[in-house]
């Protein structure tokens, strides 16, 4: 229903000016789309039939080849179905015309920096939405049609600098999408191993946002490279408070900076932190050091403490993995472990590990920006689910 409701915002523009000019009564840009068969058309769109739709409108072109509305909903509809080429044909001839109004010209100009861009004629796309802003008209659009564009770009600066705009233009606040382009241009920074820009960069991200997690991340990270594990694990250890769900990010660089540190025990802070925010990385991290210092049935006894709270299959293999290991003869218990192993291994390779709170995308690795969505800081760490027992559901029932 969203998509077809975006697919009818031209039209519903379009035709909102056709109600406000024919309401003024003044001089009209273009033959106004007195026909029902423009009625039809959005009432095909309205049906979800755009094919019908655009049968329609390019029937009532043909017969009224001066209907500015209608052919902007014809190439708006040519764009949303791929035919990007007559989508553009469309809008470039709207825009040659001498007698169009500044605002259908506005709007016109728009939809074609829309085919550009759809078409990956980024440039072309650019310098549209760049004379909007600079006429404004559809400036918020623009600016928005901007930003997508120079995040493709990865031209952070410019992001930075339209992103203020829409600050300054709109109560919206972009603190957190600023504060991830000063962490990409830490990055940047950082892969031309200029790093005192790239701690630059951190603390303007941080001072953005207080909360961002990743200049955390990556100022812990640097901390480390630099050789400064102590300070690297004080910031690690401020990353889990901003962010529980990320622990699992920094934990193979945590663990080093606390080996490499004479101020802290590696045991000890995983089993703080594993008390705080138990994830099943934390738990396996933790299992690893408790097996190596204790013992598999001390190990394997913090791994099922675990399952009995929460459902997490990686935890669960590691569980099956060491009682197979353990040197108990070969008997059928054990062959029947072996196959439940097979079972668990096959479910863990197909499970996401994050997904975008804002779209439900799921993915196998951390994205800072969700690749279908384009939010940022968004795609999190999927959460092992807590396990509920019959017990907890009768006494809930009865409750
Ligand atoms: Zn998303």
Redesign the pocket.
Known sequence: MIEILFLLLPVAAASGWWVARRERGGKRDGGVPSHPDFLRGLNYLLEEQPDKAIDTFIKLAEVDGETVETHLALGSLFRRRGEVDRAIRIHQNLIARKHLGPDLRGYALYELGQDYMRAGLLDRAEGLFEELVEIGLHRLSALNALREIYQQERDWLRCLRVAERLQSLTDQPMTAEMAHYHCELAEDAHRKQDFDGARRCLTEAQMVDPNCIRAAMLEGMMALEEGDSDQAVVIFLRVAKRGAAYVPEILPSLIEAAERSRRFDTRGLLEDLAKRYPSPPLLLSLGDVVLQESGAEAALDLLTLYLSRFADLAVLERLLDLETRLDLGITPGRHRIAIALDVVRQLLSGQPAYQ?E????QARALHWQ?P????WG??VPLQPEPIVRETDRTEASSA
Do not use: D, I, M
């Open positions: 975008c804002q779209c439900g995308f969700c279908s969505c384009k939010c968004r795609v």
